[in-house]
């Protein structure tokens, strides 16, 4: 049994796309804490927007986020994300700024943790010719290279104190000096931050500024890990293995029988960025159009865990064909849809299909006209 992967047309022409994902059976997929129903029929929240990388996922964990997202995003407040590492923290700074009314100027991301620390003040802040040995000139900190737009601080709470100082007079009076300046520089500059370490006990532990953190915090927006937002593994997988048989130009059409359920059964502590390593390894050493995706075997699957092995005698679900997967399939998104075929919202949206496609696979696999009314 092989789980079809949607066509990309650069690498494999076809004259039409196949369904992003099926193949796993509904009893098993559920009993992995993902609903048959989102098996690539779920329509992905975000909007498609051309180049530009965009959040995917129809989790309702993930969905929560997203509001939020729509809500505090076209405001100039302050926002701090929390979450794991690998969870996206950067991905959804970018679209807070990209539904924000600055999106028209730049959006300046810091790596706070990647700062040399002798060299933090001058990289955010900027310094004047001769402020230090090998200052030949003057220099604009990020700051001011976001003035207008927006500054992403990842890993915030890797700044040393005196620096934190200074941020919060950034936040508190939108100016700060250049190091060796002698007057103060005004900036107009929304102020997102992300870290993946507990902010509180750092306060406790007097390592974060108290002021700053209440600063910071502002509006928290808090990113679910990967474990907690199952059903979007279907979603993420489709999206990066379109991305990477792309890249190395593979013919990749399918997963292999188990894969997804592998997927699914890993608890990820690497989150999304591990998952996206995964498949990566995986298409770059595919040799065929099926392919085979391994997660690390030295930690226990949420799947072993639930399940265990199988009692003998104890009945399996029945496999279906490929062709009768797709048909359910459809059926699923036309039920979510009411029967809608085209239009804003309609099944052949949500499926990526022209709808005169979706009508002909529906002839084909035997839909009856009532099932689109």
């Not at 530009?52 to 076209?74: K, N, T």
């Not at 100016?175 to 107009?188: I, L």
Request: positive net charge.
């Amino acid at each position: 049994m092989t789980t079809a992967i949607g066509s990309y047309s650069k690498v494999l022409p076809t004259s039409e796309p196949l369904p992003a994902m099926a193949g796993l059976s509904g009893a098993r997929a559920e009993a992995l804490g993902c609903p048959a129903s989102v098996t690539g029929a779920a329509r992905p929240i975000h909007e498609k927007t051309p180049d530009r990388e965009e959040p995917i996922g129809v989790s309702g964990a993930f969905a929560r986020v997203l509001q939020q997202v729509a809500q505090v995003g076209p405001t100039d407040a302050t926002v701090l994300i929390t979450g794991e590492t690998g969870t996206g923290k950067e991905l959804i700074a970018r679209r807070l700024h990209a539904v924000s009314a600055r999106r028209q100027h730049a959006l300046v991301v810091v790596n706070c943790a990647a700062l040399p620390a002798n060299l933090v003040e001058s990289e955010l802040f900027g310094h004047e010719r001769g402020a230090f040995t090998g200052a030949l000139q003057r220099r604009l900190g990020r700051f001011e290279l976001a003035h207008g737009g927006t500054i992403f601080l990842d890993e915030v709470g890797e700044l040393p104190l005196d620096v934190q100082a200074k941020l919060l007079r950034v936040l508190q009076e939108r100016e700060f000096d250049r190091v060796g300046g002698a007057s103060p520089v005004r900036v107009d500059v929304r102020v997102i931050a992300a870290t993946n370490r507990p902010l509180k006990r750092l306060v406790e532990e007097r390592q974060f500024r108290a002021d700053l953190f209440y600063r910071l915090n502002v509006y928290q927006l808090a990113l679910p890990p990967l474990r907690e937002r199952r059903e979007d593994i279907w979603l993420l997988t489709d999206h990066f293995v379109r991305r990477f048989r792309a890249r190395f130009d593979k013919p990749v059409r399918s997963l292999d029988e188990g894969s997804m359920e592998r997927l699914l059964g890993y608890d990820w502590p690497g989150n999304v960025r591990e998952l996206e390593h995964a498949i990566e390894r995986a298409v770059l050493v595919a040799e065929g159009a099926e392919l085979h995706i391994e997660v690390p075997g030295d930690r226990p699957t949420r799947g072993a865990e639930a399940g265990g092995p199988v009692p003998p005698g104890a009945p399996t679900p029945a496999l279906v064909s490929l062709a009768e997967q797709e048909r359910q399939y459809i059926q699923e998104v036309l039920r979510r849809t009411g029967g809608q075929i085209g239009g804003k919202g309609g099944a052949a949206e949500i499926l990526g299909l022209p709808s005169s496609t979706l009508r002909s696979r529906m002839t084909k696999l035997g839909l009856s006209g009532r099932t689109a009314r």
